[in-house]
């Protein structure tokens, strides 16, 4: 049985116990359903985020590689001109 620490005392005294057992956990295929909408939610956004910040460095390099925006566009599934318009501030023309 997992007993929780009632105290900061007793947390701090059981720091490296928890680090552990954070630092082990495999959560399961069941553990989804308990995540809150509301986390759900900000986890996909985040994920949105650092896959957007991923592309835009990838088109960074893309371009520095000597890509054409024609290039980048059809890579990200759009035109050329659109890719330039959504991702020209982040690299160079």
């Known amino acids: 049985m997992i007993t ?7 947390i701090l005294s059981r720091s490296d116990e928890l680090a552990d057992r954070f630092e082990s956990y ?3 295929p ?3 359903d308990t ?7 900000w ?3 985040t994920r949105r985020t650092n896959a957007e910040r991923d592309l835009a460095d990838a088109v960074v390099t893309a371009r520095r590689a000597g890509l054409s925006w ?3 566009g059809a890579a990200v599934g759009t035109s050329g001109e659109a890719a330039r318009q ?3 501030k982040h690299a160079a023309s």
């Open 4 to 10: 929780v620490p009632r105290s900061l005392d007793d």
């Open 26 to 28: 495999d959560p399961g």
């Open 30 to 32: 069941d553990d989804r």
């Open 35 to 41: 995540v809150s909408p509301r986390t759900a939610l």
């Open 43 to 45: 986890l996909a956004a």
């Open 70 to 72: 024609k290039e980048v």
């Open 86 to 88: 959504r991702y020209g």
